[in-house]
């Protein structure tokens, strides 16, 4: 393999770390494993850092820059933005379907000890924080039915973006779902009529 800027190969050695930690688990994440995944030499990892605790931080810090990239997204509708944040996990699940596992799971929170598990999880609550404001927004100006629980819808929401995120994928059967139409219809489902 030919030789990168340390930037480029940093974020080779992050995005390796991720998608070994996904697809190997903690057992198999190793130095060779890594690089392996890269293209390079063991030895080769460590002129770019100086430790393999550095490659989890790094791994941390790449899979968070991609989760938020665009975040918060913005519509002065709470729904529509609600939905394009939707959109945006969606295709983060089909693009990067290792973090998405990452983040559900608690492999990369292990891996970097007490930092990483208080990172993943202010990831999830900064999402789910998300989610609720707008659906509370929502519901404040009228465009949730009466009586509807925020809470509820949130998990709804929630549990929609992370039953596609275990499924690893848009495709069911042979159609592959489009995540406009699956947001249309959730939002079907909660719009006040």
Do not use: Y
């Not at 930037?7 to 070994?20: F, M, S």
């Not at 202010?122 to 404001?133: G, H, L, N, P």
Request: net charge positive; charged share 20%.
């Amino acid at each position: 393999m030919k030789r990168e800027k340390t930037e480029v190969r940093q974020r080779q050695i992050a995005d390796a770390a991720l998608k070994v930690i996904a697809q190997q688990g903690l057992r198999r994440f190793t130095a060779a494993a890594i690089a392996r995944e890269v293209g390079i030499s063991d030895g080769t990892l460590f002129r770019h850092f100086p430790d393999k605790d550095a490659i989890v931080v790094a791994a941390l810090d790449r899979a968070e820059a991609i989760m938020f990239e665009g975040f918060p997204p913005q519509h002065p509708d709470p729904l529509e933005r609600l939905g394009l944040f939707f959109h945006q996990r969606l295709v983060l699940v089909e693009a990067n379907p290792a973090i998405v596992r990452l983040a559900m799971s608690d492999q990369l929170a292990q891996a970097a000890g007490g930092l990483g598990a208080e990172r993943v999880a202010e990831w999830k609550a900064r999402s789910a924080d998300f989610i609720r404001s707008c659906l509370v927004e929502a519901q404040a100006a009228g465009s949730l039915p009466s009586g509807v629980s925020t809470g509820a819808l949130c998990l709804v929401v929630m549990g929609s973006i992370l039953s596609i995120g275990v499924a690893g994928s848009l495709s069911m059967g042979a159609d592959k779902t489009d995540p406009a139409q699956v947001w249309a219809t959730l939002k079907a489902l909660i719009r006040r009529s």
